[in-house]
T-cell receptor, first 119, second 116 residues
Framework: EAGVTQFPSHSVIEKGQTVTLRCDPISGHDNLYWYRRVMGKEIKFLLHFVKESKQDESGMPNNRFLAERTGGTYSTLKVQPAELEDSGVYFC?????????????????FGAGTRLSVL | AQSVSQHNHHVILSEAASLELGCNYSYGGTVNLFWYVQYPGQHLQLLLKYFSGDPLVKGIKGFEAEFIKSKFSFNLRKPSVQWSDTAEYFCAVNVGGSSNTGKLIFGQGTTLQVKP
């Protein structure tokens, strides 16, 4: 079974440009999460999809960030325009739908991350 | 707001030494607790988890963690580390019970370097 895959693995862009990150979750996983780690800091939650619906986007830094999950499959995270402070590693994770006691949705599988460098 | 604190940011040990990484969280309700590990060049992997039951949980590769509710702690231990344990370790929690969405709150991470 394929794991969570993220593209690209590394992106270097200039301030003001646009970048789109992609995440392919494990097939059949309803829950998809985006996280970000800025250098030297903790991994922080950005948002959560359940199928194609945004369940929680409380962690999105500002309106320069736009996430979509068309058809409840893969997700994209677009940063437009990128700023220097957007640099970091963006992680995607997926989990199954919540079962009895919510246990399955608590086991998240992570992708390798996309390292974004804004110059 | 919930937060997670990992006491050690960088730990250096010799092979066969014992390991204990501290993790404390701030939340008074039901929580689910996790330790993730990221080996060099690899993705985050689940090391172990606690949802309920026996507060001493065993994970992969000989790791274990103990949930002490009164101390809001979930420390990670291994009796004898190997060079291959060199990695970054993350403690994480999410809110349990009916409010659970799966959203994880992470600590800052602890880099473990094991010298051969």
């Amino acid at each position: 079974e394929a794991g969570v895959t993220q593209f690209p693995s590394h992106s270097v862009i200039e301030k003001g440009q646009t970048v789109t990150l992609r995440c392919d979750p494990i097939s059949g996983h309803d829950n998809l999460y985006w996280y970000r780690r800025v250098m030297g800091k903790e991994i922080k939650f950005l948002l959560h999809f359940v199928k194609e619906s945004k369940q929680d986007e409380s962690g999105m830094p500002n309106n320069r960030f736009l996430a979509e999950r068309t058809g409840g499959t893969y997700s994209t995270l677009k940063v437009q325009p990128a700023e220097l402070e957007d640099s970091g590693v963006y992680f995607c994770a997926s989990s199954q739908a919540g079962g009895r006691g919510g246990t399955p949705k608590n086991i998240q599988y992570f992708g390798a991350g996309t390292r974004l460098s804004v110059l | 707001a919930q937060s997670v604190s990992q006491h050690n940011h960088h730990v250096i040990l010799s092979e066969a030494a014992s390991l204990e990484l501290g993790c404390n969280y701030s939340y008074g309700g039901t929580v689910n607790l996790f330790w993730y590990v990221q080996y060099p060049g690899q993705h985050l992997q689940l090391l172990l988890k606690y949802f309920s039951g026996d507060p001493l949980v065993k994970g992969i590769k000989g790791f274990e963690a103990e949930f002490i509710k009164s101390k809001f702690s979930f420390n990670l231990r291994k009796p004898s580390v190997q060079w291959s344990d060199t990695a970054e370790y993350f403690c994480a929690v999410n809110v349990g019970g009916s409010s659970n969405t799966g959203k994880l709150i992470f600590g800052q991470g602890t880099t473990l370097q094991v010298k051969p």
